[in-house]
């Protein structure tokens, strides 16, 4: 029910912001924040509930296909906290726009809940056509809202947008469309099971067609030519869903339909992560020269991004923890940015990084949110950003050293282009006189603090997010227990050398222990008096029987 | 027995407070009253003082452990939140948390009047905050957090004025320059979590792995990595302690408040990578190589800064270099496994240089804000009370027989010359045999080259300042006064301190305690590596050395500058000429190295490739329009060609259909 309603409701919110009066801004802003602390509210309960599907139900029948298109909506860890970061970030932008969009807020709002509908159906889709189908369904509420409260490029930007990411994901339709015509239905595992049966020429158009779809909605380079412009003349509440939510739509896609779906080559992968960090690489070099605010905003995302992609294409055990953390620390933190420049680009007149300047002494509280949340942006300890970041970089060390180096050295650039940002936005003296605009009003202020304070609990506590991918085990481990006796019964012998514990290290690494409990065992194996391994592992030990 | 969590709590809560504070305040034309926020901003770090001095007096020998709870479980890496108060952390905090309650204290009277005065103190709690957590963490992730905290509030505290663009440049360059550093931190707990998962980052676990390594005859399998771990742990410690190559960031952040280069810039912050040393020293004792980079470092960092000490005119970037140099000697002590003796420096370094800071922002104060020591002079009769604390400290940092810096300086050198094991390897030249070459004695005469010199330009400081005649303009002259009572208790503690700190460990008169408090944690590491130099050497022999270099140092200083006349200050008080490309080596190593490259990569990227893909986009496009235009011209009024044309698509839609195997 709560699936059904997170993908079709805000199309029905829509239909009611219609009926809205037009003049009235103050009326119909109240309803649709209302509406969004709703939708927000039921994407946490989403989360809380763990994974859940709807029943399956006939949609249509493609002609020439096996078998049935499917309305399907399934939600995981992944899912929900997209739809979470799709939600809330509508959210803030339905706050935030009441002091940009003053008369035709009515309109703005229906363009957001479409998005928001399409978005949360993006994330949510078990069938492959209803994902395609909301996948393509999310740039059009988009690209209206560009081409309407947009800035001086407005319809450039909104033709840009919408041809780019139309054409970008076409060939996936025909590719959609072929394998339809092998697989039984359009489900995930069907797709699968036709996939593998493919011969390998096939297969590897097919991969391209797919990935070209998500390359570009993510963007990573070289396809990211829609993305400076398009972030930079939407209305910054809708760049910041842009970034935060749409953008994720690409790394979803690759984690979610073409990691399962395609048998990847060691050269397919290894040359994605390359492709990603080199996107982290780029996106940074570039947003180091950006003049403009919002430009540098979306090269910075398109720098992490990249790093997520690379993330995922590290094939780690950690990966998807990893990915996640760092996509929900990006969409928090990337929205609350691009919010915070529109704020400033709403007080000056300009978001022309030479032109602004002094907002510290002048706005005192803007300027404190801002520059907390570039730091937070930077991936400190003590914010989700550096979990993400360091996990991910925990992953890509699977591949090696130099991945982690490459991605180490985007971290110093984030910061040499991060802090420039901050310096020339609120630092100093105001470049020029400009007639003040509206200010940051408490409710908009207010939500931004409520995403720098998620940053920081996700970024001491970011169980609330790992936890969701963790599928509660139930089976006992024969294995384990069998290694645990073996362990038991050596104890009394002599201690034993480097290479049997090794050998037992590596057993108990096949045997599924995780790193610490295979560390307080081998402790404990050595003879080891220090009372604190011990009752280590007596924890570890009590806690795989509690799982048990 | 209070919760080990209390302790990094309290300043938590201060900087929660104090931050709501400036923030609700920020609106207001007069601000909240400093006396209020004053008391709250001494408060905490008092509290977490007394904190600490209650555990310190009831800790058991092996330490106090306490695991909060988890941070990070995935697989593949799990760390808890857990703390470790052991002899090495008492220290550590004993003296982080209480001489940040003295700066505390003292900056309430330096920032009066200053509109971001709450803003100031929220920033300085959070600056203790993480200090704490550094210190008394018990693995290198959470470490990590305390480390890359505090870099951030020193970024945070150098750009404070932040209406001045080149306080946030200066700001700006800390930061990046530390985060390179913080990369190699970050890298090397990579390498460590590849020898021995993620529980290996914490210490406990850590030094049981090498006692095991060590125990099983391994030495050889793990060293190769550990090295490389090695390397970029220090690469993270010459970021955070300003050694060569990472250093250029330490002068420039003199711009911030002078009680902030007090408490982070010289005694708290940059002594972090001396402690991480000395936290892994069980480890790096195993690495000779890196051991010998270290001893390297430090020597090579310790004189080039006391060198640059010399040709400063500001008299905050004289301490500045000082301090680095200081760092230069505390790392010749940790590359020697001396990592007693390096924590001992630490500890009287932060009493002596804190005193001298404190001092130099009571002069600049007194001179409202002046800082070239050309335009100072004869201010010992008109501030008496900061000269004395000034003398006392210099007499400290020179290395005064009795004063705290002559125990640690002696020990070090002493040490150096003991321990130190580099070598140039024997090699054979026209058919001569030529043994291994020890450097100990190089590395001890560099040692002690250094210390004569920081005696001069030490010297050069006082006498500028101190003695002579006014060398302002009139007016300013009479303005000067003594520092409200608020600033000088501080100093006058600290002032006491750099005179009786070394008494806790005075190896010539039999007090060791220090070291005796430190053994639990590096006794171990230090007992690893034999010392070089088996024969028995009379202690006495060092302290006469040392101070002879002391006072040649002193007599030198005398003779150059208390006569000489000191040319008119005119313009910025930066050096100029050959001084300057000495003072500024490692920026422009920096420049050619690093920013350029960068820029000009940027450059390429901006400027040829995104511009080649615009133009290959919109010829895409523009092909599209043009085949479009063409096809429309299809568009025609005959209703038969449309026909046609229709049918013709039908069929071709109907064949690929039946081509792919569907049915209609």
Not at chain 1, 63 to 72: A, E, L, R
Not at chain 2, 318 to 338: E, H, K, N, R
Not at chain 2, 638 to 658: E, N
């Amino acid at each position: 029910m709560l699936l059904h309603l997170l993908v079709l409701a805000p199309f029905v919110a829509a239909i009611l912001m219609v009926m809205t009066s037009k003049e009235d801004a103050k009326s119909s802003s109240r309803l649709a924040i209302l509406m969004g602390i709703g939708f927000t509210a039921m994407s946490v309960a989403l989360i809380a509930g763990g994974s859940v599907s709807t029943e399956a139900i006939e949609w249509f029948q493609i002609p020439g296909c096996k078998g049935p298109v499917y309305y399907y909506l399934t939600s995981h860890g992944l899912a929900s906290w997209m739809v979470f970061l799709s939600s809330g970030l509508s959210l803030v932008a339905l706050i935030s726009a009441r002091g940009i969009t003053c008369r035709s807020y009515r309109n703005f709002a229906i363009g957001i809940f479409s998005l928001m509908g399409a978005m949360n159906g993006t994330f949510l889709a078990a069938d492959a056509v209803l994902f395609f189908f909301f996948f393509e369904a999310m740039v059009i509420p988009a690209a209206v809202l560009i081409a309407g409260f947009g800035g001086k490029d407005r319809m450039k930007a909104a033709m840009t947008f919408a041809i780019y990411t139309l054409v970008g994901s076409a060939p996936m339709m025909v590719a959609l469309w072929y394998v339809l015509t092998v697989a039984d239905n359009s489900m995930l595992i069907s797709f699968a099971v036709a996939v593998q049966g493919l011969p390998e020429g096939t297969q590897n158009v097919l991969l391209g067609c797919f990935m070209l779809a998500f390359l570009v909605k993510t963007p990573i380079f070289p396809f990211h030519g829609w993305q400076a412009i398009t972030y930079a003349e939407a209305p910054a509440p809708l760049s910041a869903i842009l970034t935060g939510a749409m953008s994720k739509a690409g790394v979803f896609g690759f984690i979610v339909w073409v990691l399962p779906i395609f048998p990847l080559s060691m050269n397919a992968v290894s040359g994605m992560m390359w492709l990603g960090l080199f996107t982290a690489v780029y996106g940074a070099l570039m947003a180091l020269r950006a003049t403009d605010g919002k430009k540098l905003l979306a090269f910075s995302s398109m720098g992490h991004l990249g790093l997520a992609v690379a993330g995922v294409f590290s094939l780690s055990e950690a990966m998807l923890p990893a990915v996640l953390v760092l996509l929900v620390a990006h969409g928090i933190s990337a929205g609350a940015q691009f919010y915070l420049m529109g704020i400033a680009e709403r007080m000056t007149g300009t978001r022309e990084l030479d032109q602004l300047g002094g907002l510290s002494s002048k706005n005192p509280v803007f300027s404190t949110l801002f520059g907390f949340a570039g730091v937070m942006a930077l991936a400190v300890p003590g914010t989700a950003g550096f979990v993400g970041e360091f996990s991910v970089l925990l992953a890509l060390w699977d591949m090696g050293p130099l991945p982690a180096l490459v991605a180490g050295f985007t971290l110093i650039l984030s910061a040499a282009y991060m802090l420039r940002f901050i310096q020339k936005v609120i630092f100093g003296k105001a470049a020029r006189e400009y007639e003040e605009g509206r200010r940051t009003s408490p409710l908009e202020g207010f939500s931004i603090a409520v995403m720098l304070v998620l940053l920081l609990v996700f970024g001491f506590h970011p169980a609330f997010i790992t936890n969701s991918l963790v599928e509660p085990e139930a089976t006992e481990n024969p294995a384990a227990a069998q290694v645990l006796n073996n362990a038991a019964l050596n104890n009394g012998e002599a201690p034993m050398t480097e290479e049997e514990i090794h050998q037992l290290d590596s057993t108990l690494a096949a045997a599924g222990f995780k790193d610490d409990e295979r560390a307080s065992i081998i402790a404990q194996m050595k003879g080891d008096n220090s009372s604190e391994a011990v009752t280590k592992s007596e924890n570890s030990v009590k806690e795989t029987s509690d799982a048990e | 027995m209070i919760s080990l969590g209390l302790i990094p709590l309290f300043p938590l809560l201060g900087c929660i407070i104090l931050g709501a504070i400036a923030v609700i305040s920020s609106g207001s034309k007069k601000g909240p009253a400093e006396g209020f926020v004053g008391t709250l901003a001494v408060l905490f770090p008092a509290l977490s003082f007394a904190g600490v001095a209650l555990l310190s007096f009831n800790m058991p020998e092996g330490g106090i452990r306490e695991t909060l709870c988890n941070w990070i479980d995935i697989p593949m890496f799990r760390v808890d939140i857990g703390f470790l108060f052991d002899g090495l952390s008492r220290i550590m905090l004993l003296f982080v948390t209480g001489i940040g309650s003295l700066i505390a204290l003292y900056s309430i009277g330096y920032m009066h009047g200053d509109r971001g005065f709450a803003r100031y103190f929220a920033y300085i709690n959070l600056f203790l905050f993480s200090m704490i957590v550094l210190v008394l963490s018990d693995n290198l992730l959470l470490t990590f957090l305390g480390w890359e905290g505090v870099g951030l509030c020193s970024y945070l505290l150098i750009g404070f004025w932040n209406k001045d663009l080149k306080n946030c440049q200066a700001a700006n360059k800390a930061f990046i320059v530390n985060r390179v550093g913080d990369i190699g931190f970050l890298l090397g707990m990579l390498f460590l979590v590849t020898v021995g998962g993620s529980a290996i980052l914490n210490y406990d676990v850590l030094s049981n792995f090498i006692s095991m390594v060590i125990n099983g005859n391994h030495v050889e399998i793990v060293v190769p990595v550990l090295s490389v771990a090695g390397i970029l742990f220090f690469i993270g410690c010459t970021g955070k302690s300003a050694q060569i190559p990472l250093l250029t960031w330490l002068p420039d952040a003199m711009a911030g408040p002078t009680p902030v280069s007090a408490l982070i810039h010289a005694a708290t912050m940059v002594t972090s990578g001396v402690y991480l040393l000395a936290r892994l020293g069980s480890m790096f004792a195993l690495l000779p190589v890196v051991l010998d980079i270290i001893v390297v470092v430090g020597m090579l960092t310790a004189f080039w800064a006391a060198v640059a000490g010399l040709f400063q005119n500001d008299i905050k970037k004289v301490l500045a270099y000082s301090t680095i140099s200081q760092l230069g000697y505390m790392f010749m002590a940790s590359g020697v496994c001396a990592f007693d003796a390096s924590i001992f420096h630490v500890f009287t370094h932060a009493f002596f240089k804190a005193a001298l800071f404190l001092g130099a922002g009571a002069v600049i104060h007194a001179l409202a804000g002046e800082q070239d020591m050309r335009k100072m002079g004869g201010l010992l009769k008109k501030t008496p009370v900061t000269a004395c604390v000034m003398i006392f400290a210099f007499l400290a940092i020179v290395g005064f027989p009795g004063f705290a810096g002559f125990w640690s300086k002696d020990l070090i050198l002493e040490r150096l010359f003991m321990n130190c094991s580099m070598f140039i390897p024997g090699f054979t030249i026209f058919g001569h045999e030529v043994p291994n070459i020890p450097l100990n004695g190089v590395v001890y005469a560099v040692g002690l080259a250094t210390a004569v010199i920081t005696a001069v330009y030490m010297g050069r400081l006082i006498i500028l300042t101190f003695f002579g005649s006014y060398r302002g303009s009139k007016e300013s002259e009479e303005h000067i006064h003594e520092a409200p009572a608020v600033m000088l208790i501080p100093m006058v503690i600290l002032a006491f301190g750099a005179v009786f700190a070394g008494y806790l460990w005075a190896d010539s008169i039999g007090i060791k305690f220090f070291a005796e408090t430190l053994a639990p944690v590096v006794g171990a590491a230090q007992a690893y590596n034999t010392p070089a130099v088996t024969a028995h050497l009379n202690p006495v022999v060092f302290a006469v050395l040392g101070t002879v270099a002391a006072l040649l140092g002193m007599f030198i200083a005398y003779k150059i500058y208390a006569k000489a006349r000191i040319p008119a200050a005119k313009g910025s008080s930066a050096p100029e000429g050959g001084k300057a490309t000495w003072t500024f080596l490692f920026d422009s190593i920096h420049k050619y190295v690093g920013i350029i490259p960068v820029n000009v990569l940027a450059w390429i990227c901006d400027v040829v490739v995104d511009k080649v893909l615009a133009a290959a986009q919109w010829t895409l496009g523009a092909i599209a329009t043009i085949l479009g235009d063409g096809v429309a011209s299809f568009q025609v009024r005959k209703v038969r060609v449309q026909i046609a044309l229709s049918i013709l698509g039908l069929i071709a839609l109907m064949v690929v259909v039946l081509l792919t195997g569907g049915t209609l």
